[in-house]
């Protein structure tokens, strides 16, 4: 039997079990002693001149304990070993991960791109119940060859969410996102997005179950959900008139967006994604391109009604800039009323919102053509959006783009508004505090 292998020869395992065991004996036959009546003398007759029986009895009780406890110790100690040898902190992070992670709210993110892929990096940090529901109609770079090379869904989108999501401080997260700069065809790709295209052929072609595999290797905090699992094609039709076809030649064409569609229109959701939203706790729409990485989501065609009758309260993420070619000039409320024009009005419960930039990189995007996004109250109030959030979202990189730790605790605030009194965020503490706090209890 596979039970036995545990006491092959070399484990070290056989000794602390025999002294587990020792001190089960000891310490019941202590318990007879204390509580026995009829005990023959002889058990004892050369002690009783100096020792009442009960007090043997419990002596021997606590060395049986004693025994008892010093074998577990070792043997746990000893299996720790053997499965995380030298590395404490994987035991701490697992800690974390399924007593404090695993009891967070259920938030359900949808959008795609950069944008999206920054907010994961924040909120795996509050719940492993995470679900990130994902466009899948990126047709450039390394995602698009791929797609029309293997007849398969574009993984760019995917695999920037499941690297987001990934235990940071393993190396499989960084090979994952390591990008090939040499020359020849391999030239481009991502290592992630090949080990997706590859998992998908082992999988008979079934893209969401590849994208499980590896996301059980990279012990990912939730769950990446592609939008559909059919293929689509985004297209747009220009103010121009003119219709569009493919994500990258949208993002290319110097006319101004005036809507977007998909090709085929009728594409079926993932019924995970369905289920994910009507059981949430908060649903957050972005940050991320409107007409290319949000409204793409949005337009599949079993995912709107679900949006629109779950209880969970909605938020918005809005970008902090302008986007040459597909949103310029557009106002805060410009940006919500696409959302709305699907959703319905009063269908978003907050707006998040940046209210201060870096003046010495604002120079920079006026010179491509981005502005910040204007913050015009009213006509978000016309659109039925009363709460709006202002803070200080951006981070201090090269780059005006959301901080993932300030825009991820901007959305738990939120959470904690809507349900103050819940388990969940009673529950919300950083890794390191909850390390330090092991530590202290001598954890």
């Known amino acids: 039997m596979k039970q036995w292998r545990w006491f092959l020869p070399g484990l070290n395992i056989k000794r602390w079990v025999a002294i587990i065991i020792a001190g089960v004996l000891i310490f019941s036959l202590g318990m007879v002693f204390v509580i026995g009546k009829n005990i ?26 004693a025994l008892f406890i010093y074998g ?10 053997l499965f995380m040898p030298g590395d404490d902190s994987l035991l701490i992070d697992m800690l974390y991960r399924d007593m404090i992670l695993g009891k967070g709210l259920k938030i359900v993110v949808i959008g795609g791109g950069t944008g999206l892929h920054s907010l994961l990096r924040g909120l795996k940090k509050y719940s492993s119940n995470i679900s990130a529901i994902v466009t899948v109609s990126d047709d450039g770079g390394s995602s698009g060859r791929l797609r029309d090379e293997l ?61 499980k595999e590896l996301s059980k290797v990279l012990a990912v905090r939730g ?44 594409g079926r959701a993932l019924p995970e994604a369905v289920e994910a939203i009507m059981d949430a706790d908060l649903v957050v729409i972005g940050p991320g391109s409107l007409f ?8 599949v065609k079993d995912l709107l009604q679900p949006l629109r009758r779950t209880p969970a309260p909605k938020v918005y993420v809005c970008n902090v800039m302008s986007q040459p070619g597909e949103t310029d000039g557009y106002s805060a409320s410009d940006h919500a009323a696409q959302i709305v024009k699907l959703l319905g009005k009063k269908s978003i419960d907050y707006i998040v919102l940046n209210n201060k930039y870096p003046s010495r990189l604002l120079a920079k995007y006026r010179a491509e053509g981005a502005e910040p996004v204007e913050v015009d109250r009213e006509n978000l109030e016309r659109l039925g959006i009363s709460r709006l959030v202002m803070e200080d979202l951006i981070s201090e990189e090269q780059l005006v783009r959301h901080d993932p730790d300030k825009l991820a605790a901007c959305i738990m605030k939120i959470a904690r508004e809507t349900s103050p009194d819940s388990v969940q965020n009673i529950l919300l503490y950083d890794v390191e505090k909850f390390r330090e706090r092991l530590m202290q209890i001598g954890i």
């Open 151 to 211: 007849n398969i869904l574009p993984p760019g989108d995917v695999r920037q969410c499941i690297a987001a999501l990934a235990d940071s401080e393993t190396a499989v997260a960084e090979l994952f996102s390591c990008r090939f700069e040499s020359t020849g065809s391999l030239k481009g790709h991502s290592v992630g997005n090949l080990l997706l295209a590859a998992m998908t052929e082992l999988k008979g072609g079934d893209f969401y179950q590849a994208v």
């Open 223 to 266: 769950r990446v959900l592609p939008s559909t699992l059919e293929r689509v094609t985004l297209c747009a039709e220009m103010k121009d008139g003119t219709i569009i076809r493919g994500e990258s030649s949208i993002t290319s064409s110097p006319a101004a967006v005036s809507r977007v569609f998909l090709s085929p229109a009728d």
């Open 72 to 81: 577990l110790r070792r043997l746990n100690k000893r299996i720790l070993k």
């Open 40 to 65: 023959p003398r002889g058990f004892y007759f050369f002690i009783t001149s100096y020792v009442r029986q009960g007090v043997f009895g419990i002596s021997l009780s606590i060395i049986g304990i």
């Open 292 to 299: 290319t990485s949000i409204i793409p989501n949005l337009l």
